[in-house]
Structure formats: C-alpha cells, structure tokens
C-alpha cells in the first residue's frame, strides 16, 4: 500500500470513529435505556394514599401521570387498606410537635390544611363515615381512593413493580424508572419532570428491619400488607438518598400473633383474648417467668417494649432474655370465646379472608396452632415440642401461676394490670402457644425536605426525586397517619410537577 492509499486509509478510519462518537453522543448515554415504552411528566410510584395524592397534585397542575403499582387491583393498597382509617382529633400544633424539629409550625400548618383539603376532595367523589372512621374501614377508605383518582386522567399500571430508578450515575438526576411487568419483561418509563416515590414501608422486609432496628433478629408476624417490602426505600438508597427516622419509635406495633398459625398462613394471626373475659392468661418468657402487662396496649406505642429488653448475652436468645414468649391460658378462657381474632378488621387476614378465628377455639386447637395439656408438666413438654424452643421450666412456671393467682386475690397485680383484668388461671387443662410481637407498618425511611424532595447523606435534594407516605414521614410519632400521608402526597406532587421538563 502506497502513501497516499494509507494516508486515505487512515482518514476514512478517522472519519468513521468521529462519526460514530458523535452519534454516541446524540444518542441516550449507556446508563439510559436505548428506547423508553412510555413516558409522563410525573411517574408516581406506588397507589395508596399518598401516591394518589401525588398524582391528583400534579394533574391540577397540568402534568400528565403515570402510576404504577406492584399488586393487582384486588390487593394494593398498602397499609391504608389494612387500617381502620380513623380520623383523630388534632391540630397543626400536634403535627408540628411530633415532628421532633423536623418541621417548622408552618409546615405543619400547610400539612394540616392540606389533610383536610385532600379528606373534602374524597368526600365529595363519594367517600363516606360512620362516626370517626370510613365506611369499610381501609378497604373502604382505599375503594374510595382509587374511585376518585378514576375521575382523573390518570394511567394507572397496576402488576407492575418498579425495580430501579434511572439515573444519571455523576450528578444523581432521576430520568425515570424500570418495572418488571407481569409477563417478565422490563418498561422503561421516562419522567419528563420527576418522579414521586410513595411505596409505603417495609415491614415485612425482616433483612431492612434486622439491620435498620435490632441487634439480632427475633421471630415476629406482620398484619399489614405483605408489599411492605421497602422497595422504594431501596430503590433510592441506590442512588444515594439519606435515611431518617428509622427508630424502634418508627416501628408501628400491633398486638402479639400466635406464631404457628402465623408462620402457616403467612401473616399475623392476631391473639386476643375474649371480649367479654375471662381474662384468665399469662405471658411468660422460656424461664416460665411473667414480664409485662399482658393488657398493655402496645398497639402504635412509643413506651420501650418489655418484650425488646435486651442485655446481649448469648446463647439466651440472641440477648432479647424475654423471647421467645408464651401465652398461657385456663378453660375458662378457652370456653369463654376465640382467643384469635375474630370478624376483625385492621388485619390482613382478616380483610381479605385469609383466616377468621373459630367461635369456639376447636378448629385452631386440631391444627396445632395451640396445644393442651392436663398438666404443666405436659404441656411445656407439648409446648416445647411445637414451638422447637427449649422447653419452659415447669416448677418456675407453676410458681408463677401461683403467684399471679395470689394478685388476683388481692387484686393487685406485680406488674399494674388493672384489677378487671385479673382472672386466676385456674387447674388444668391448660392451653398454651408461642406468640411473637406483631408489626402492622413502618414510617421512618428516606430524608427529605419541606417539599418532599429526596435528599442525599450530605442533605441535598437528589434532583427529581420525590417521595411521601410512610416511606419516609416528618411527623416522627405518627399521629398523621393516613391523613398525614395524602397531604405528603399533595406536597410533593405539586413540587415535582412545577418543574421544568428535561
């Protein structure tokens, strides 16, 4: 090959590369998707409360929406759908307050405002009441939800879980997200503005909550709904974003579930004792020692947990020296009603018909779910065999009943229940079955600001990205709750869909 042959050789060469680079350069960058399936000003992840209030905030402001949903219609919804949705009595003041500093007066004033703005909206597109709580509870309260953003022109998407944020891998800036769809296939959706995660939080995600919250993990049963798996919470943590809040005082307790029944139906089988008594039970922990009010109202408490007391010795459990923990309970209290719950309605498996409880305690006593035994020998024996623990002292547990026995007499009890709840546990059979705290939702999770921005470690905003609900809430002691949640909604709705598009 001449010079002239290779010098034009190396030219066409040249010329090519330059071309190629620059049409690499025209086109999306390696990060983005080559084509997007869909796209919308404002991508609202999750369709509960919160995310509905988005996406109504948004269309008034003259974005257009997309929502997409991990469930089906028939269970999404989230944790609102599994409330009683009960609307308390407060004021701004007590918004601020729970918000520990992380919120001036003013913003808790707007937050209240736009609570009662977001309550009008739904009322007025047919959600009605019955005292201080929606008609269906949060079933109903969540039909009336998905009725009213129905009149909005809104793209709902539902069995479609978004899987990622996508990013611009230097400066962070959200371009949209990539769901997994039913079939398998990804969508690659593009925010022309913004996206808005409110994907609820993450309780049935015991990974997220053994290392967010506890030393160790314990055995424990979720009541909600089983899509708090924190997906959006992970989704953004990916790209950088802070979290806030994620405390035991941000863990939503519900009441102790019986942990067969739990474990075999795959959510918490709620124990309760009968409504109108006897009251003839105990909780013990595997020393056969009393611990607590068993009539405490640990549902929502912010108290410091007895079944939590922990001092990190091993092997006694990882530490928590009161679990595993048993309830124990008489004939009197078997015969006196289901001990489980019954035609509930703030559970999971209440509302969708999972599990209701028997009458009369037999069907759950053939499945095992408890044991029975004619002596306390046999059952820590029946009891130690069920649960796979290791089996309760039968001589300190004998003592403990004796000694609770004598505190009903007196009617002072060691650990303040009241005395109408005092019943003595009276001679054999015995009933027993290892029960395990209960969490119905989280609410602590991603930082953000006053506009519901998504903020990084260093405390600015990530840009378009928005998140609100109980991904990550500023009233810290959840008084807001659903309310609280539809006004955060609104917030950072209005705020992704003002800005100006890519």
């Not at 050789?9 to 090519?16: K, L, S």
């Not at 209030?53 to 269970?75: D, L, P, T, Y």
């Not at 953003?149 to 611009?168: F, M, N, R």
């Not at 009393?290 to 405490?296: L, N, Q, Y």
Request: charged share 20%; net charge negative.
């Amino acid at each position: 090959m001449n010079r002239k042959l290779l010098s034009l050789f190396i030219a066409v060469i040249m010329a090519v590369c330059t071309f190629a680079a620059y049409a690499a350069a025209e086109g999306n960058p390696e990060w983005m998707p080559a084509e997007w399936d869909m796209n919308a000003d404002v991508v609202v992840v999750g369709f509960g409360p919160a995310g509905a209030m988005a996406a109504r905030s948004a269309v008034e402001n003259g974005a257009s929406v997309i929502i997409v949903e991990k469930e089906s219609r028939e269970f999404a919804g989230g944790s609102a759908a599994t409330s009683m949705a009960f609307k308390g009595v407060f004021e701004a003041k007590h918004l601020y307050e729970s918000g520990l500093g992380r919120m001036t007066m003013e913003e808790a004033q707007r937050m209240y405002d736009l609570e009662d703005d977001c309550i009008q909206w739904l009322n007025e597109k047919g959600m009605e009441w019955q005292n201080s709580a929606v008609v269906g509870y949060g079933r109903g309260f969540y039909d009336a939800v998905v009725k009213a953003v129905e009149t909005l022109d809104v793209q709902v998407l539902y069995e479609s879980p978004a899987v990622k944020l996508i990013s611009d891998p230097v400066n962070k800036e959200v371009h949209g997200i990539q769901c997994k769809q039913a079939d398998g296939t990804d969508l690659f959706i593009r925010a022309n503005k913004g996206v808005v995660l409110a994907t609820g939080g993450y309780a049935a995600n015991k990974t997220l909550l053994n290392r967010l919250h506890f030393a160790d993990m314990f055995d424990y049963a979720v009541t909600g709904a089983p899509t708090q798996t924190g997906d959006g919470l992970i989704m953004a943590m990916d790209i950088g974003a802070a979290l806030d809040g994620v405390t035991t005082q941000q863990i939503e307790w519900y009441t102790f579930s019986f942990k067969a029944a739990s474990d075999e139906m795959g959510t918490g089988i709620v124990h309760t004792p009968p409504a109108l008594g006897p009251y003839s039970h105990i909780f013990v922990n595997t020393k056969g020692e009393r611990f607590m009010d068993e009539e405490m109202r640990v549902t929502h408490s912010k108290c410091q947990m007895p079944f939590l007391a922990y001092d990190g010795t091993h092997p006694v459990f990882n530490g928590y020296f009161n679990l595993p923990m048993y309830v124990i309970f008489d004939q009197a209290m078997f015969e006196g009603g289901p001990v489980g719950s019954h035609d509930g309605v703030c559970t999971y498996a209440s509302l969708y018909g999972i599990h209701n409880w028997s009458e009369d305690n037999q069907a759950e006593l053939e499945r095992g779910w408890i044991v029975k035994a004619d002596t306390i020998e046999e059952l820590v024996e029946k009891l130690a065999a069920q649960s796979g623990n290791a089996p309760i002292d039968a001589e300190t547990l004998k003592k403990t009943i004796e000694t609770y026995n004598a505190g009903c007499a007196e009617q002072k009890d060691a650990f303040g229940r009241s005395e109408f709840m005092l019943d003595p546990i009276g001679e054999g059979p015995y009933y027993a079955a290892q029960i395990v705290p209960t969490i119905a939702y989280t609410i602590g999770g991603l930082c953000g600001g006053s506009n519901g921005e998504t903020l990084d470690w260093y405390g600015n905003p990530i840009p378009r990205l928005y998140h609100a609900g109980d991904i990550g809430q500023p009233t810290k002691m959840r008084i807001s709750a659903l309310w609280g949640c539809m006004a955060l909604g609104s917030i950072a709705g209005d705020a992704c869909s003002q800005l100006t598009s890519h």
